[in-house]
């Protein structure tokens, strides 16, 4: 399996037998300047309505669209979706945020989205055990870093993938991906924006992958 980090919360997700998911894709604006998604996909996983986060219509093909909570199968890959907020106040501020759960190449893949708050009993017994976890890191607008820390000691998956972090294309008041990263072991620092996983080559004890995101809009310029 292979992923690539478009920017923000947007990931490409590539399976041996060719199929794309993409996650969260962006709009480019207000305050997103990472490059416009030109990527083609299968599947599109939407975990709230932001317009940061919900711009399929960049999506070339024609993908099938995976949005809110229970159970659905798209080209014969299982999207669970669970419930959660998008602040620590039931959604009254930012709404609702949608966990999805799901299994690529025999790995289990968790994308929390904009998730706002720390993970109920319940949440955590419904998400299970996970190979790559999905994590916003940077605050204000969703969980910051000691929460996100707090997360990934509740869910102790073998893979930690930051996100939703300050980076020269992103100027909303969040902060950078330092603050998460600060007093961690086994963090390797990919330098691009790909990087393939397999099955019997996780790592053993919780490693924490960070990547760049792929070339920017007006690098391209």
């Given amino acids: 399996m292979k992923i690539k980090w478009l920017g923000h919360a947007c990931f490409l997700i590539t399976s041996k037998g060719g199929v794309r998911i993409i996650t969260d894709p962006y709009a480019v604006g207000s305050g997103i300047d990472y490059s416009p998604i030109k990527e083609t996909a299968d599947i599109v996983v939407v975990s709230h309505d932001h317009d940061d986060h919900s711009n399929v219509a960049s999506v070339q093909g ?53 998730l706002g708050h720390m993970l109920s009993t319940g949440q955590v017994t419904e998400i299970g055990a996970i190979d790559i976890l999905f994590i916003p890191v940077g605050g204000f607008l969703t969980i910051d870093a000691p929460m996100a820390s707090q997360v990934c000691n509740q869910l102790k998956p073998k893979v930690v993938i930051p ?46 992958v960070l990547l760049q995101p792929a070339l920017s809009r007006l690098n391209r310029d």
């Fill in 62 to 114: 024609k993908p099938e669209v995976v949005r809110g909570s229970g159970t659905r199968i798209a080209k014969g890959i299982q999207f669970k979706g669970i419930a959660s907020y998008h602040d620590a106040f039931q959604g009254e501020q930012r709404g609702p945020n949608t966990i999805f759960c799901f299994a690529v190449d025999n790995m289990k893949l968790c994308h929390l989205g904009d």
């Fill in 163 to 208: 996100m939703h972090f300050k980076t020269p294309k992103c100027a909303y008041p969040i902060a950078g991906v330092e603050d998460f990263l600060k007093g961690k072991k086994n963090v390797r620092r990919v330098g691009g924006s790909e990087v393939d996983f397999e099955k019997e080559k996780l790592p053993a004890a919780t490693e924490i």
